[in-house]
């Protein structure tokens, strides 16, 4: 068994760039090129504040141990955001998952993003739900939420299959704002057709970043990019030495 040091150089370098980029953030902004689906989304949440309505962040319907939960860690990114702009409205935000275990950590975000604003008061166990314990199941309990909840916009960013279809389709029937994004390429496909503000690939990690969350989350992306460049610098020099017959 032998130890993966390139691994852990890739690691630590990762580290290294997100502590610095941390650091120089305030100093150096970080420019990001557009996406349409977050720069529309805050006069969405506007309109839905101003008009009583609400707006609901489904988290998925991967579980909180395995792979699955990265895009719905980074949806807990985007509710908290979208929970501290809503929490004064008549309707704050609720957010929706097919897990339990999910569906805990999203009332717990709930719950800091009112405290963060002084209405822990306002706070309601119930805004961070399980629908279902499976994907279809979790799938049909969304027109529910959508109906007696009065959501206009609709913020799909977690594990989808190919049910994430029919969850984007019930917005897009009440012409909601709906944002769709998910880890799986097929479902990708699926919502890219489906929604009005499709999320592809890295996209769907990119939402603390651009809703500014934190520092980190903008640090992230930008250490993601260097480590990103130097790979592909790694990978055409080890193939120009491997062309010129010299081996590593």
């Known amino acids: 068994?032998?130890?993966?040091?390139?691994?852990?150089?890739?690691?630590?370098?990762?580290?290294?760039?997100?502590?610095?980029?941390?650091?120089?953030?305030?100093?150096?902004?970080?420019?990001?090129?557009?996406?349409?689906?977050?720069?529309?989304?805050?006069?969405?949440?506007?309109?839905?504040?101003?008009?009583?309505?609400?707006?609901?962040?489904?988290?998925?319907?991967?579980?909180?141990?395995?792979?699955?939960?990265?895009?719905?860690?980074?949806?807990?990114?985007?509710?908290?955001?979208?929970?501290?702009?809503?929490?004064?409205?008549?309707?704050?935000?609720?957010?929706?998952?097919?897990?339990?275990?999910?569906?805990?950590?999203?009332?717990?975000?709930?719950?800091?993003?009112?405290?963060?604003?002084?209405?822990?008061d306002r706070y309601q166990p119930t805004a961070g739900r399980m629908l279902g314990a499976t994907p279809y199941s979790y799938a049909a309990g969304i027109p529910v939420v959508l109906a007696t909840e009065g959501v206009s916009v609709h913020i799909l960013t977690g594990s989808f299959g190919a049910e994430g279809a029919l969850v984007a389709d019930f917005g897009e029937r009440r012409h909601a704002f709906v944002i769709a994004g998910s880890d799986d390429v097929h479902a990708q496909a699926l919502l890219h057709a489906t929604a009005d503000y499709p999320l592809i690939g890295e996209e769907v990690f990119a939402g603390g970043a651009y809703l500014n969350v934190g520092v980190f989350h903008g640090a992230s992306l930008r250490a993601q990019d260097v480590i990103r460049v130097l790979v592909i610098l790694a990978i055409l020099a080890g193939t120009l030495l491997r062309t010129l017959g010299i081996g590593l």
Not at 3 to 26: S, T
Not at 32 to 60: N, Q, T
Not at 87 to 100: E, Q
């Open 1 to 120: 068994m032998t130890f993966d040091w390139v691994g852990l150089a890739i690691l630590l370098a990762f580290v290294l760039l997100l502590l610095l980029f941390a650091v120089v953030g305030r100093r150096w902004p970080a420019a990001f090129r557009r996406l349409p689906a977050y720069e529309g989304l805050s006069a969405a949440i506007e309109r839905a504040v101003e008009a009583g309505e609400r707006v609901h962040v489904s988290l998925g319907t991967g579980s909180v141990i395995g792979p699955e939960s990265a895009p719905a860690m980074a949806g807990l990114a985007v509710l908290s955001k979208v929970a501290a702009a809503t929490v004064m409205s008549d309707r704050p935000a609720v957010a929706s998952t097919a897990d339990g275990a999910m569906a805990i950590l999203a009332q717990d975000t709930l719950r800091s993003a009112h405290a963060r604003v002084g209405a822990a």
